[in-house]
């Protein structure tokens, strides 16, 4: 499932290419991927692409913005003929012919290039919205990983009222946002925390080594442009990530810890797959 990091790299790939374009034309291929009206979306341009959490927004000229969230397995793909630009979840989509079997909605501009929505298992989805529709939306969220409102302060608060284990609090959108299954593994390693302690017993010293892990850990996911863990494809120029090779726990059953040398655990936690050391996370 693509993460903040993913989807952050995302964003700025297509917000070097896509600002200025207008819309000449939309394809639905799977009604449940849109909603919305796209006759709003027909001969506006796109200003500006941000993100929130893990929904891009694609913002409008005429004050409508088209929110995105990839989900599972999506894909948001840019094409002129000379390359693709974007991202998301890796499969052969990413270099066989567009649209192909899994576009569920392509968006044509005038110059002649297109983005792609691409979804496997047709869990994502992207949305039109009025103005007031976006700030509800984005409302209920807490602040970003790497946001400068994320404090120690506030984040020591929003554990004090939890007793879940912190790795499932930490993953809550609600209280921060953007931490996935992969960096919440690996910030809980770096900070030494185990996964299953509850959320309000962590000291101040805790929950700020926590907070610095997190920041640390999603700016480096950024920074190598997200993770890609299908090995056909992390060679592939502007698509693919490279946290893959420098995770901490993710994907390590059985090897070392890097801070103590005990082998890394896996156990499942809330569902996920959960990665750490039993030694040095206490």
Known sequence: MPELPEVETIKRRLQEVIPGKRIKEILIFKDK????????????????????????????????????HLKMTGQLMYADQDRRVGGG????????????KHTRIQYTFEDGTNLFFNDQRIFGWMRVATSDEYQQLIS?????????????????????????????????????????????CDTLNSARISPFRPANSLTPEE????????KA???KGIDLGGTTFDGKYVDIHGMAGGYQSQTLTYGREGLPCYNCGAPIKKVKLGGRGTYYCEVCQK
């Open 207 to 214: 929950v700020e080594r926590l907070l610095q892990s997190a």
């Open 140 to 184: 209920v969220l807490g602040p970003d990983i790497n946001d400068d409102e994320l404090t120690a302060d506030y984040l020591r608060e929003k554990l004090a009222r939890r007793r879940q284990p912190i790795k499932i609090v930490i993953m809550d959108n609600a209280v921060m946002s953007g931490l996935g299954n992969i960096y919440a």
């Open 33 to 68: 991927s849109f909603q919305g009206d796209t006759s709003l979306l027909v001969d506006q341009t796109i200003t500006e692409i941000t993100r929130r959490a893990k929904i891009l927004t694609f913002h409008l000229d005429n004050g409508l913005h088209l929110l995105t």
């Open 89 to 100: 979840h890796p499969t052969d989509d990413w270099i066989k012919e567009l649209p192909s």
């Open 217 to 219: 850990i999603i700016n």
